[in-house]
């Protein structure tokens, strides 16, 4: 079946530009998650959803960046006045409903951003 | 809160041989994951592993979980160069967030 989708795949914009990207799900995933992962470096969590709530925000930089989430669909990480620094593969994934300890989480195919 | 640690952080090695990649932890993981990550790629889940002594198999791949140690071991047997990728370790912490912490990675590649 159909696994994690993301758009854009490749995404370059000016410093101080917003951007917005896009995540799918797996269909009857009620979990999902946004990672970054920074050239050369393991993933740093950033947000999860559970239904359209996020119950843990603890991973977002700074105020610049929110996501929201549509149901149990698609959701938009959004990164306001981007900043070099926000250069990174953005990951998403998701998971079915969350048990005690988590299910296994299944990977989209990331957006490169690069802010120049 | 859970931090993870891999090492190597790379790896360099013929086929044929044997090795192994640790995976240590500092606090109670519920769970512990082994990723695959091709370059330019996105991660591909290997294994799941669920309780102390749980080991699982899948070709030249056996992956390990020591609770007790907080260490996780990914084993590769009679490696072959379509192993060549960089492999991660990931736990979940169980206060309330279902975030994955991830370990730096290995960057192993096999030489033919």
């Known amino acids: 079946g159909a696994g994690v989708s993301q758009s854009p795949s490749n995404k370059v914009t000016e410093k101080g530009k917003d951007v917005e990207l896009r995540c799918d799900p797996i269909s009857g995933h009620t979990a999902l998650y946004w990672y970054r992962q920074r050239l050369g470096q393991g993933l740093e969590f950033l947000i999860y959803?559970?239904?359209?709530?996020?119950?843990?925000k603890s991973g977002l930089p700074s105020d610049r960046f929110s996501a929201e989430r549509t149901g149990e669909s698609v959701s938009t990480l959004t990164i306001q006045r981007t900043q070099q620094e926000d250069s990174a593969v953005y990951l998403c994934a998701s998971s079915l409903v969350i048990l005690r300890g988590g299910e296994t989480q299944y990977f989209g195919p990331g957006t490169r951003l690069l802010v120049l | 809160e859970l931090k993870v640690e891999q090492n190597p952080l790379f790896l360099s090695m013929q086929e044929g041989k044997n090795y192994t990649i640790y995976c240590n932890y500092s606090?109670?993981?519920?769970?512990l994951y082994w990723y695959r990550q091709d370059p330019g790629k996105s991660l591909e889940s290997l294994f799941v592993l669920l309780s102390n002594g749980a080991v699982k198999q899948e070709g030249r791949l056996m992956a390990s979980l020591d609770t007790k140690a907080r260490l996780s071991t990914l084993h590769i047997t009679a490696a072959v160069h379509d192993l060549s990728a960089t492999y991660f370790c990931?736990?979940?912490?169980?206060?309330?967030?279902?975030?994955?912490?991830f370990g730096q990675g290995t960057r192993l590649t096999i030489n033919p």
């Open positions: 959803f559970q239904g359209n709530s996020a119950p843990d």
């Open positions: 990931a736990g979940i912490s169980i206060q309330g967030a279902q975030k994955l912490v």
């Open positions: 606090t109670t993981s519920d769970r």
